[in-house]
């Protein structure tokens, strides 16, 4: 499975909230900004610090998508194939 942020994002919009505001308001990085609009790996401590800052929940911001690869795995698995 793979990470998404795209909830984010439009959050952002709807609250009317730059992308850099949310990196002084929630105090990371620039970094963990570009990780985030990449679907990269963040940490959970910054998914906090995320949720704090908008005063929401992490299924606000974020939503579980399959990979490519995990999908591959889930049809071998149906079609029985190794």
Request: with cysteine.
């Amino acid at each position: 499975m793979a990470v998404t942020y795209k909830k984010l994002f439009h959050l952002l919009i709807d609250q009317g909230i730059q992308a850099s505001e949310l990196t002084e308001k929630a105090g990371f990085s620039p970094n963990i900004l570009t990780r985030l609009r990449r679907d990269q790996y963040v940490s959970l401590d910054s998914i906090e610090k995320i949720c704090l800052a908008l005063n929401c929940k992490v299924d606000d911001i974020l939503e579980f998508v399959q990979d490519d690869k995990s999908h591959k795995l889930s049809q071998e698995e149906q079609h029985g194939t190794d």
